[in-house]
């Protein structure tokens, strides 16, 4: 069933081509993507130019955002929506009302907190699923770099006197340190993904300038205020 997700395209539930990996039950199922982005699977996270196409995508989705944000504003000045600021009125009596209102309408125009809201829920929602998406791809590359990490011997809960043996030394393959390098890569885009998203959060507060977000008392509410705070 697709899950209902507000202000965002209908997102699908699972991936189309996930494939036996993503059964792993140390790696939570991979986010679902909208339909301008192509689905995510492990195979997808452990190929850094792939992974990098799909994040291509998922990073389109905030210019459309900011673009449909630049045009409701740009309607809202032509149909003369924004007031000009009081205080210019009453302390310099030269204004015309014609300048007056055309200041209103170009240099101080902002959208309405009902569109706001819709737009703000819209840049959250794709930036939550966008780093969700990135930190499910480090987990994999993370496993797949060392697959014995958290690995239990049975034996050893059944018996407190048992000692297990040496572990032999590793033998790294060259696809092992290849998923260690992919993995500090996708470190990285989490840092790049800090400055797009100040990047379209800019762009929104000079639209948006009375629009504040109301985030919930949870997990989710946190990370919702650390996202406007530009975190």
Known sequence: MVPKVYFSPPMRTQPTDAGPESSSTSIS??????????????????????????????????????????????RSRDTGTSAPPSLLQQHDKRFSSAAAADLG???????????????WRELLDVWVRREDTIRYCIAVNGQAANPAAGATNPDSRLDKDYVAAPAPAPAWSRAENRAEFT???????????????????????????????????TVEGAREQAFWEGK
Do not use: H
Request: aromatic share 6%.
């Open 105 to 119: 309408k170009s240099t101080y125009a902002s959208l309405n907190d009902t569109v706001c809201a819709s737009f």
């Open 29 to 74: 199922a991979p986010v679902p993507t909208p339909p301008s982005v192509r689905d995510v699977s492990p195979s997808i996270c452990l190929e850094l130019v792939e992974f990098k196409d799909l994040l291509r995508q998922f990073r389109a989705l905030d210019d459309g955002v900011t673009l449909r944000l630049n045009r409701s504003s740009a």
């Open 183 to 217: 993995e500090r890569q996708l470190r990285n885009e989490l840092a790049v993904e800090s400055i797009i998203r100040r990047r379209s959060l800019e762009v929104f507060k000079s639209r948006c300038r009375t629009f504040v977000p109301t985030p919930s008392d």
